[in-house]
């Protein structure tokens, strides 16, 4: 956990665009602190009983925003201003 703050202060402003990369080490990380009970109902509302069933939709709201469908929400991301 300290690590984690290390390299979050680290690189400040440079972690704010996660990237794919970045949701997936979330999503993976997350996997492995959610109590048993929390994985059974998300992987049986995802229909995903994978070990990787938090990273297989980490980046889905990233796609989405590009689709007809989801095109109203890609106003709900801020710009990133590195200044």
């Not at 980490?58 to 991301?77: I, K, L, M, N, P």
């Amino acid at each position: 956990m300290h690590s984690s703050l290390a390299l979050l202060a680290v690189f400040g402003a440079e972690a704010y665009a996660w990237g794919t990369l970045g949701h997936e080490t979330v999503a993976s990380i997350a996997t492995n602190l959610v109590k048993n009970e929390t994985k059974a109902w998300a992987q049986s509302i995802l229909g995903d009983s994978s070990p990787d069933y938090l990273v297989n939709i980490a980046t889905w709201a990233d796609s989405f925003r590009y689709t007809d469908e989801g095109a109203f929400s890609s106003g709900f991301v801020e710009p990133y201003d590195p200044a």
